[in-house]
């Protein structure tokens, strides 16, 4: 068996293997399918909206116009949960600051 010949059988062997392991690792994340795939939907949803943030802005000003009461208290949730994050993220880079003792 010549160098060429080695080297094709080698390629051969690990074709193969690849060949098996993907078929494993496509038996393992089964179960996942179905939650990445919302994962997926809704990353897509997302860039659609950053995409056109006038839709969102129509929505805003359609649901204050039919429903002001609901949408005053959405905006104060809101509210509340970005004070809540700006809070958190605040706490957490004090926290990563802070040198070892």
Avoid: C, F, Y
């Amino acid at each position: 068996m010549n160098r060429i010949e080695r080297i094709r059988a080698r390629r051969w062997v690990l074709v193969e293997r690849a060949a098996v392991e993907r078929e494993r690792l496509a038996a393992q994340l089964a179960p996942w399918r179905a939650r990445l795939g919302l994962i997926d939907r809704s990353a897509t949803a997302a860039r659609s909206v950053l995409a056109h943030p006038e839709w969102l802005a129509a929505a805003a000003v359609l649901i204050l116009i039919l429903r002001p009461r609901r949408a005053l208290a959405w905006a104060r949730r809101g509210l509340l949960l970005w004070r809540a994050w700006r809070w958190t993220r605040q706490a957490a880079r004090e926290i990563l600051a802070r040198k070892p003792a």
